[in-house]
């Protein structure tokens, strides 16, 4: 790719506009007669992804994520703000990204129910201006790395849900796509298959020089695949880092101290430097979970603090652990009502 | 060329349903010949009502026996079951754009057929090409067995019949492009549409070359109806292809004032239908109602 991003959102910014004819708000609980109702969608939202880079996009219900996808491959024009693909405006060059781009869209109906794997792929490879023999071998390759080989010639209203999530993402690989945007990918598919999704979108990436945007709700998914990570909330992007960095973020925070008792947790609060103090409850062994500032020197300070009030009170230190910092609660911290500063 | 591929893609899809649902397949050539025939009886018996199922299907019996007797009555009945199908047609093809695509929008289909790189037109285009071919095959069929059923002949002149449909498809899909849009934007519009579409059914089977011979100076009313029914997609398609069928005007048709409204008709509906789609997809696609319903 001659661009340096194979996707760029630049200002995004979409509101949604539903116009409700005689219903009842569900805000304010009143009948209404008309009543036009907006969603900030996408709120000012700058990205840039890299070819050769797995971008991961997570958020919760609702945050705008889906949107984002559909506004990078053309489908929902922004209301102010450019999206480039691969160095061209999208929407000036629609017919020529689709080209460039394969899509896998959440819960849709993405395949013809009555014909069977292969011909959607023909079906689908027409449609999408591949034909003859490449189509041929990379409908058959796609559906052997994809474990649909033995299914191949079933009609896809008798396959499961799984299966049918895996003939939607050989749909979107059908054309060899430069940039691949994947909505939940890996949503209904077992450990096997969603697997075999990882390898084949991480080694597009690293060996073809793909790019790939990937969004999910499965924190492992994103933690293994995604070599940099956005989290938006309500349209807006709260972070975007690689994953490592994100994960760092919290890491060295939180100390979990285990001791023959539960000591008082209010005079450990009181020492400077020390955020938060939880006894450990429902453990087998007491102990208490500290949360400490990222900044080292503060947290030195406090840590020792800590310690020596712990042996002025004559507790027994059994162990101190640093707590392993998943993705999971990094998504937690910095999507929840009361977010973390950064 | 973009148009071919996909309509390749759209014959072989059309094709292997077909044959796997040939069940269904054959009802509707079933229940397509019982409708016309039940409409045909219609004409034969208006003043006779009948009262039960049984009797209807005695009197169909013994009046298709009489059938040679009158063949008025074989012409009439040709005619109006010509214009049913034609009707049926432009049901068909306007239904396309608006149940088929609000379905098609429903199901998400609508999105992976708007990330093709050929274009939401194209795409269109072609589906309604088969879907026209499709349903004018199955109307062959049924008009042939109806004509023999009822003894009447039909004037096959290929070429005249080849260019009517021709113009007929395309006057049919640019009133179709138009409503397909508004399809897109408007969910509400879909109620609406069926009723035109209810109203397509109707006009075929009523109108005939006799428009022209309306009394306007009696009543100038009737201008104004003659010029809606020339406005008005289908219309001047139906008397061209009951003059060219039933009446046997062959290559005699390229002369009447008919089929010049056809190719105006025809020409300034799919024009402005294919430019109201373009700008209402785009509308849409702000909208966001290509995907979510
Ligand atoms: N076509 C539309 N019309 C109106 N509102 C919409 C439309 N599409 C999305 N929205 C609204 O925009 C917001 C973002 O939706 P989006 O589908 O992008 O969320 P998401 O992040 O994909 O959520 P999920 O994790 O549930 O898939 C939601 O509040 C949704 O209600
Ligand atoms: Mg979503």
């Not at chain 1, 450019?82 to 160095?87: A, I, K, L, R, S």
């Not at chain 1, 925070?253 to 409850?281: H, M």
């Amino acid at each position: 790719m001659s661009h340096e991003y194979a996707v760029e959102l630049r200002d995004i910014d979409k509101v949604f506009h539903t116009r409700h004819f005689f219903t009842r708000d569900e805000d304010d609980n009143r009948r209404r007669i008309y009543h036009k109702k907006t969603v900030h969608a996408v709120d000012h939202v700058d990205l840039a992804v890299k070819p050769g880079e797995v971008f991961g996009l997570l958020g919760r219900n609702g945050a705008g994520k889906t949107t984002s996808v559909k506004m990078m491959s053309g489908l929902i024009k922004p209301d102010s703000g450019e999206v480039f693909v691969d160095g061209m405006e999208v929407e000036s060059n629609r017919l020529k990204i689709l080209r460039k781009v394969g899509v896998v869209l959440e819960g849709t109906r993405t395949c013809i129910w009555p014909l069977t794997p292969l011909e959607n792929l023909a079906y689908f490879g027409n449609l999408r201006d591949v034909r003859g023999s490449v189509l041929r071998t990379r409908a058959e390759g796609l559906l052997e790395f994809i474990g649909l080989k033995d299914k191949m010639n079933v009609q896809v209203r008798r396959l499961s849900r799984g299966q049918k999530q895996k003939l939607a993402i050989c749909i979107a690989l059908i054309t060899d796509p430069q940039v691949i945007l994947l909505d939940e990918p890996t949503t209904g598919l077992d450990v096997q298959s969603s697997r075999s999704i990882k390898d084949k979108v991480t080694e597009m990436a690293r060996n073809q020089g793909k790019c790939a945007v990937v969004t999910t709700h499965d924190m492992s998914v994103a933690q293994e695949l995604c070599t940099r990570i956005a989290i938006i909330d309500a349209g807006k992007v709260v972070t975007c880092k690689p994953t490592d960095e994100l994960l760092d973020v919290f890491r060295e925070q939180r100390y979990e101290f285990r001791l023959d008792r539960t000591p008082d947790v209010a005079p450990l609060k009181a020492i400077p430097g020390v955020n938060n103090v939880e006894p450990l409850n429902g453990q087998e062994e007491p102990g208490l979970l500290v949360t400490y500032p990222a900044d080292q020197e503060l947290r030195s300070a406090a840590l020792y603090s800590t310690i020596q009030h712990l042996s002025k009170e004559g507790l027994v230190l059994r162990s101190v652990s640093q707590l392993q910092q998943t993705l999971e609660n990094v998504f937690l911290q910095m999507t929840s009502d009361k977010k973390a500063s950064l | 060329m973009g148009f071919f591929l996909v309509m390749k893609a759209e014959l072989v899809r059309t094709f292997i349903i077909m044959r796997r649902y040939w069940f269904s397949t054959l009802m509707g050539i079933f229940i397509g010949y019982g409708m016309l025939m039940a409409l045909i009886y219609g004409f034969m018996n208006s003043s006779a009502e009948p009262t039960d199922v049984g009797e209807v299907a005695s009197e169909v019996g013994t009046a298709l026996e009489s059938r040679a007797a009158d063949n008025g009555f074989a012409v009439n009945a040709t005619e109006s079951a010509l214009g049913f199908m034609l009707g049926m047609f432009a049901f068909g093809i306007v239904g396309l754009f608006t149940a088929g695509l609000q379905g098609m929008a429903r199901t998400g289909e609508l999105e992976q057929v708007c990330l093709s790189p050929h274009g939401l037109v194209t795409n269109f285009l072609a589906r309604s090409f088969v879907a026209s071919v499709n349903s004018i095959i199955t109307w062959c069929i049924l008009l042939t067995l109806i004509s023999y059923s009822v003894d009447s002949q039909l004037h096959l002149d290929i070429v005249p019949l080849v260019a009517l449909l021709f113009l007929t498809y395309f006057n049919l899909i640019g009133f179709g492009f138009m409503m397909g849009g508004l399809v897109l934007v408007f969910k509400q519009i879909g109620q609406v549409a069926m009723i035109i579409r209810l109203a397509f059914i109707g006009i075929p089977l009523f109108v005939s070359e006799s428009i022209y011979d309306w009394d306007i100076a009696a009543n100038p009313f009737l201008l104004v109806v003659r010029g809606i029914l020339h406005i008005v997609p289908s219309a001047d398609a139906a008397i061209c292809l009951k003059m060219v069928l039933v009446g046997g005007s062959g290559y005699s048709i390229f002369a009447h004032p008919s089929f010049f409204w056809l190719i105006v008709n025809g020409f300034i509906w799919t024009t402005i239908g294919i430019a109201c789609f373009h700008y209402l997809e785009s509308w849409s696609r702000q909208k966001g109602t290509l995907g979510a319903y």
